[in-house]
């Protein structure tokens, strides 16, 4: 147990170390980095716009040591286009967005399970059918048009990814479950009569949860990676608007910040699912 | 299912023709302003009415999806062959260099792709013209979805290399490259097949996602991105629901390939 989660953790620094050096590569190799807006200045000379070109710039690995120092202090930098700390913006920010990935992880997950479980105890072949044509729509829907769709409906702007995350959940939950119940004991165990809701929760949910948690560490993944453009059509002023912002307005300091923020969150809810699958699976061995 | 896979394929076909016979089939370019006519309801000259600049919509429609479907399935193979190279000799070679290999696509699956799409999009210039804008976008896609591809294929270069006529192939005196070409990328060649038609509609899906941002492809060339972000415009009271077309068309297109690939996924 204090074996992998001694990996997890270091794992999960290894994978933000390398994330965050490709991202201080990104940010220190993109076009503009460097320029100081005084040289727009008309009444600079050109000697001066030349000195202030001049100016010795710092290697990468004493950038990334730097930046890496600044992080470990809490300094991300400040924001070019909206002129604040990154900090601030992120503290401002980050709470909308998990509010909003919260209700959407929970909701799909309630809707996306629940039918999943009724298609499959069912055993019907047009209810199954009608529920993969309507999810099989979702999926074939871009995050941005279900943003867009609900702005017009005038529906809260939170179930955009509630509507995202479900299909998804659906689909796999559904041939996870679908697998357990055509186990050869499940099936004698309905053959000789167990009722519906104990055959669900003892033989069917019970030995799809391990796999079922590793997509739940998926499904916060997709969450956040939704939460930009639903954010950004919808006028929520989370991190994913922030996101799109600074990609707009190619504030590289910001983008990077939020990107490596992002990463770290996912991989957490990646490895905590991780985990509990790994526990879930060595009890029922 | 079968006949609705037959469907599915039919349909792709006659949407990518139609697409591609565009030059012919459409009654103007897509840039072209019939600037007594904006905003027209349909007619015979227009068969979807024109948009607020006085563009051809049905002209539009067509060549975005030519430009969609063209190009997503460029950007399918070149992350298939990069999955291919990167993880069929990652699972050849096996041992530290295979662990490497999977920690390096563990790490790049474990970022939130649209948040590293938009990173790099932004360190490339926003204001470039149209045919530039396609390739950045496309060769991004491409660029950045090699992770999920180089997995499946490496996982399948592995069980060959420990298949038994590999085994025999070694005691014949077949050396490492020579087994690699002859009898390693052969046999994968059914995965990476599988895996470029699932990244198809995966790439269509980001394209429109990032266009409907305003991060994709850039006006005047129509693409399904462009077209679709036209709908924030729509409003109850003046909006035409021959706006949705475009929608209804990606929906279509989007689930056929989802019920060609059903198939795929299955004999693969």
Redesign the interface.
């Known amino acids: 147990m204090i074996a992998s989660l001694a990996k997890l953790a270091l794992k999960l620094l290894l994978t933000l170390l390398l994330g965050g050096l490709l991202a201080t590569t990104l940010v220190r190799f993109a076009p503009g980095f460097g320029m100081d807006e005084a040289q727009l200045d008309i009444r600079l000379s050109n000697q001066s716009i030349d000195a202030l070109n001049h100016q010795p710039k710092e290697n990468i690995a004493g950038f990334y040591y730097r930046y890496c120092q600044r992080l470990l202090h809490g300094d991300f930098g400040r924001s070019r286009t909206l002129e604040r700390p990154v900090s601030e913006l992120i503290r401002e920010r980050l709470p909308e967005t998990l509010k909003s990935v919260g209700l959407g992880l929970f909701l799909g997950w309630v809707l996306g399970l629940s039918l999943a479980s009724i298609a499959v105890m069912a055993r019907s072949a047009s209810l199954d059918w009608l529920a993969g044509i309507f999810c099989g729509t979702l999926l074939c829907l871009p995050a941005a048009v279900l943003a867009i769709v609900f702005v017009i409906a005038q529906a809260p702007e939170r179930l955009v990814l509630a509507a995202a995350v479900f299909p998804q959940i659906y689909h796999y939950a559904r041939n996870l479950l679908m697998r357990s119940l055509n186990q050869p004991h499940v099936l004698t165990a309905w053959a000789k009569g167990m009722g519906s809701l104990r055959l669900l929760c003892w033989h069917v949910l019970r030995p799809a949860a391990p796999q079922l948690l590793a997509v739940a560490g998926v499904s916060a993944s997709l969450a956040f990676t939704t939460a930009i453009p639903v954010e950004a059509l919808c006028d929520l002023p989370g991190v994913g608007q922030l996101a799109w912002k600074a990609a707009m307005g190619r504030d590289l300091y910001l983008l990077v910040t939020l990107t490596v923020l992002v990463t770290a969150v996912t991989l957490i809810a990646n490895s905590t699912c991780e985990l509990l699958g790994n526990m879930l699976g060595a009890r029922r061995a | 299912m079968k006949w609705a896979r037959i469907l599915a394929i039919v349909f792709l076909v006659t949407v990518a023709s139609a697409s591609l016979l565009a030059n012919f089939v459409a009654p103007a370019s897509y840039a072209y302003q019939f600037r007594e006519e904006p905003d027209a309801s349909l007619s015979r000259h227009h068969l979807l009415g024109t948009d607020d600049l006085g563009r051809d919509r049905f002209s539009r429609l067509l060549y975005g999806t030519r430009v969609s479907l063209l190009l997503a399935p460029a950007a399918s193979l070149l992350a298939s062959l990069l999955g291919l190279l990167i993880g069929g000799l990652a699972g050849f070679a096996g041992g530290w260099i295979e662990r490497l290999v999977m920690s390096a696509t ?2 790049f699956l ?7 799409l ?6 490339l ?2 204001n470039v013209s149209p045919l530039i804008s396609v390739t950045i976008t496309f060769a991004l896609l491409g660029c950045l979805g090699w992770a999920g591809a180089a997995r499946m294929i490496c996982a399948d270069a592995r069980s060959i290399r420990e298949s038994e006529f590999v085994l025999l192939a070694r005691a014949s005196g077949n050396g490492g490259l020579r087994l690699l070409w002859r009898h390693v990328l052969p046999n994968l060649r059914a995965i990476a097949l599988a895996q470029f038609w699932i990244s198809i ?1 995966v790439f269509i ?2 394209e ?2 990032l266009g ?4 994709g492809i850039t006006e005047p060339l129509p693409s399904w991105g462009g077209l ?1 972000r036209n ?2 415009s ?3 009271i003046t ?1 035409e629901p021959v706006q949705f077309v475009p ?1 209804i068309l ?2 279509a297109v ?2 056929s390939f ?1 019920l060609v690939l059903h198939d795929k996924e299955l004999t693969v």
Do not use: K
């Not at chain 2, 474990?110 to 590293?116: T, V």
């Not at chain 2, 938009?118 to 360190?123: I, K, M, P, Q, S």
């Not at chain 2, 409907?212 to 991060?215: A, S, V």
């Open positions: 563990d790490l474990s970022l939130p792709w649209l948040f590293l938009l990173t790099v999009r932004a360190v210039p926003l509609p899906i980001t429109a996602n409907i941002l305003g991060l679709l709908l924030q729509y409003t109850a909006g929608l990606f929906v989007v689930g989802h």
